[in-house]
């Protein structure tokens, strides 16, 4: 067994020993490293080592060990006079004959260099990993949530304490309520705010596209996959906080594949034979009855409590009418520092903000804000720089209507004010009916609609 001059200048430039040698234990090469080792042990230089039986020089050497077993003996640690070394041996295979071993030793000086590079190469990653975290994942924290009403604040005090823990959040609430939010403060508040923040809609794919987003794929696995494969967001949030909106609408088949990871806190790439372990707390949420969905048979029972550990229900904003001022000054401020001028409310403009129900909540008064200020050159927002109707009572007549109407549309207002009381039901109808003193027939006739 020969070597060329390329794979000897190779081996000689490498700061790790190589020695080879032959079926018969006979030295084939050993590089420059080697020899200096070899050296410094004998104090003095001891010439050319090749040709020489590798157990005359060195009695306890275990490379010909390899030559018996035919297999690769890793991470030995052995110690000479003067070092500790780290030793990697491996069978050297010619069309499937053994002709010899290589042993490649790495030196303590050397493996304690590698150490620092890598611990400050690891310091490094992190503060990129922190600042794009900041930048472009979890930016929220619990400081940023507006809680004054009793409900809302019952409901950051819960989430600050699940922040502590490890455990598998459901977020549940209508759309525009500030989901995300709470997934960013509670990662931002948790052990893993070190980690990545990985976000993504579940409604947005297929069951197919979904399954290689969140677990990716092995090379080869489909028409058109990638060559390399895909890291998964499972594998890509490692030590983090993955965040799944609206879960309710993940398929159900990957439905089973999704409470298996959260059992066995490892994924199987589409397309792959092994199984990767996966270090990452998931945060769900959705706007949808899951347990209707649950009832009706589009999502299963057994992954909703595997996700439902620790529920959290933030109320819709018709529900917190107290926290719409402090938001709405709050958003503001933010428009304030992207517009660069200041922005303040009139007093009716703030009324008619706590008059509108927010079907959109906070998304749709953060819209309506935005649509404002930006028609608003003087930067004072008034109840008529405000979009449309919002924010005027169903049926509240324009200026100029006549008395009949304003009549009409008083007394509309006070149908439906019963009706938020009692419920929109023929029962909730016969109860508002009877407390203004009139009719079922009156009441749908003044409502202008007919029974139902």
């Known amino acids: 067994m020969e070597l060329n001059p390329a794979a000897r200048a190779a081996f000689d430039a490498m700061s790790e020993g190589i020695t080879i040698i032959d079926t018969d234990g006979i030295i084939v090469f050993g590089n420059r490293a080697y020899r200096d080792f070899l050296n410094k042990e004998a104090g003095g230089d001891i010439g050319p080592i090749e040709g020489y039986r590798l157990r005359d020089l060195r009695p306890g050497a275990r490379l010909p060990e390899v030559l018996e077993t035919g297999k690769p003996h890793l991470h030995i640690t052995r110690q000479e006079i003067q070092d500790f070394y780290f030793v990697n041996m491996y069978p050297i295979y010619e069309n499937g004959a053994l002709i010899g071993g290589i042993s490649v030793v790495t030196f ?55 922040a502590a823990t490890d455990a598998t959040v459901l977020l549940e609430s209508e759309s525009g309520t500030g989901k995300e939010l709470y997934a960013q403060a509670i990662h931002n508040a948790s052990p893993r705010r070190d980690g990545v923040f990985v976000a993504i809609n579940c409604s947005n794919f297929n069951a197919d596209l979904l399954e290689s987003e969140l677990f990716g794929y092995a090379e080869g696995a489909f028409t058109g996959a990638k060559k390399g494969g895909k890291l998964g967001l499972f594998e890509a949030a490692a030590g983090g906080t993955l965040f799944l909106d ?25 397309g792959g034979l092994k199984e990767i372990d996966v270090d990452v707390r998931v945060i769900a949420a959705c706007n949808a009855d899951l347990p209707q969905y649950v009832r009706d048979g589009k999502f299963r029972k057994d992954l909703y409590y595997r996700l439902s550990t620790f529920p959290l229900h933030i109320p819709p904003l018709r529900e917190r009418p107290a926290d719409i001022s402090p938001l709405a000054n709050s958003i503001l ?31 749709e008064l953060r819209n309506v804000l935005e649509f404002s200020a930006y028609l608003t050159p003087s930067g004072i927002i008034t109840a008529d720089a405000l979009p449309g109707d919002l924010g005027r009572p169903k049926g509240d007549p324009q200026p100029d209507a006549t008395l009949a109407q304003r009549v009409r549309a008083f007394e509309q207002r006070e149908i439906r004010k019963a009706m938020e009381k009692y419920g929109s039901s023929l029962e909730g109808k016969k109860k508002a009916a009877a407390e203004l003193g009139i009719s079922l027939s009156s009441l749908y006739n003044k409502l202008g609609s007919s029974p139902s």
């Open 108 to 162: 303590l000086e050397d493996a304690y260099r590698t150490r620092q590079e890598l611990d400050a190469m690891e310091a490094k990653s992190q503060r990129v990993l922190r600042r794009l975290n900041r930048a472009n994942g979890a930016r929220y924290t619990f400081d940023d949530i507006v809680a004054v009403s009793p409900p809302v604040a019952a409901v950051k005090a819960l989430a600050e304490k699940i």
């Open 246 to 270: 609206e879960i309710s609408e993940m398929d159900i088949g990957l439905q089973a594949k999704l409470l298996r990871v959260l059992q066995e806190h490892r994924v199987r790439p589409v």
């Open 333 to 363: 401020n933010e428009l304030s520092h992207k517009l660069r001028r200041p922005f303040t409310l009139t007093v009716d403009a703030a009324e008619r903000l706590r008059s509108h129900d927010w079907p959109g909540n906070v998304r």
